[in-house]
């Protein structure tokens, strides 16, 4: 089967095999254009490349995940960094740019990149003893899905478990959503590096270097993390408590700084779980260095073959 990962600046494509092992993988440039099929173009030499590479033939499967917003049954895209695609149709743009090359029509399957984290971790990463569990991005935004008795739960239109916009302040400022008070507002790298510069932090211009801080013991940084893991600590419990899951999965780059951000996530997780069917709520940190296109892959493998 086929995976593909479309990121704001790169594209990964990959032959995958039942058993999570990939065979053949490249990458191309997400373009900065305006020109929807002009984008397309390097994902469609890509996909060509390695179907060739593969010697794949016949009717694929092949499962796409995608920055959001995206609608999984009418298979468009609209990714926010992604300028030149909006509403784009990537499922039938795929499905033609395959057939063309393996000589069959494929079967296509789409879900928004946290999803396809959350399928990945599930498949073959942190959650793969768990039947249902939350998969979550920490970077510069804030991405999850849910896997829920070992079926990725999508929602209507391939959205559900935005963690990232759920609002933890209904009288917070606004969002660039619309929202008020989101988790992402507080939790998000870049929020927390703004927080820290507010209050006098000089030590640098991205999440590493607050987090290096906070492991050296610099108040502010640990100040403003904390204040971030209550947000998201909030925005855990409450998808938790609304969901009946006590498992979450929590990758991204932010993540990677290990105990100063889970120390205090799990500090404050305590006090916002508190219902007695989320109490044993358990945060593990995400295994899987490409779990987006492995999931994509595991999405893949739950379509029919044509
Ligand atoms: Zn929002």
Same mark, same amino acid.
């Given at each position: 089967m086929l995976a593909i990962d479309i990121g704001g600046t790169k594209i990964a494509i990959a032959a995958v %095999?039942?058993? $999570? %092992? *990939?065979s053949h993988q490249t990458q191309v440039p997400t373009l900065r254009g305006t020109d929807g099929d002009a984008t397309f173009a390097p994902l469609c030499e890509g996909l060509a490349k390695i179907i060739s590479e593969a010697g794949l033939t016949g009717p694929l499967r092949v499962g796409i995940g995608s920055a959001g917003p995206i609608d999984s049954p009418g298979g468009w895209i609209s990714p /926010?960094? *992604? +300028?030149? =695609?909006?509403?784009?149709p990537i499922v039938a743009k795929v499905a033609e740019a395959v057939r063309d090359a393996a000589g069959s029509p494929p079967t296509v399957g789409l879900a928004q990149d946290g999803h396809c984290m959350a399928l990945g971790e599930h498949w073959l $990463?942190?959650?793969?003893?768990? @039947?249902s569990m939350v998969g979550m991005v920490l970077s510069t935004g804030v991405g999850a899905g849910a896997v829920i008795n070992d079926r990725l739960f999508g929602g209507l239109t391939g959205n559900?478990?935005?963690? $990232? @916009? *759920?609002?933890?302040?209904? =009288?917070?400022d606004e969002c660039?959503? +619309? +929202? @008020? $008070?989101? /988790?992402e507002m507080y939790a998000r790298g870049p929020a927390m590096v703004e927080a820290a510069k507010a209050k006098g =932090? %000089?030590? +640098?211009?991205d999440a590493e270097a607050l987090t290096a801080a906070a492991r050296t013991g610099d108040e502010i940084a640990i100040a403003v993390i904390d204040d971030g893991m209550r947000a998201l600590a909030a925005g855990i419990a409450a998808t938790a408590t609304l969901l009946d899951v006590t498992h979450f999965v929590l990758g991204g780059g932010v993540s990677k700084a290990g105990a100063v951000i889970f120390d205090p996530l799990r500090k404050h997780i305590a006090e916002f779980a508190t219902m007695s069917y989320v109490a044993d709520l358990e945060v593990r940190p995400a295994e899987l260095e490409n779990a987006g296109l492995l999931g994509a892959a595991a999405l893949a493998l739950t379509l029919e073959a044509q």
């Open positions: %095999t039942a058993d $999570g %092992t *990939i /926010v960094n *992604i +300028g030149a =695609w909006r509403e784009y $990463g942190a959650g793969k003893d768990l @039947h559900a478990v935005l963690l $990232g @916009h *759920i609002s933890v302040n209904a =009288w917070g660039v959503c +619309g +929202g @008020h $008070g989101c /988790v =932090w %000089t030590g +640098g211009d």
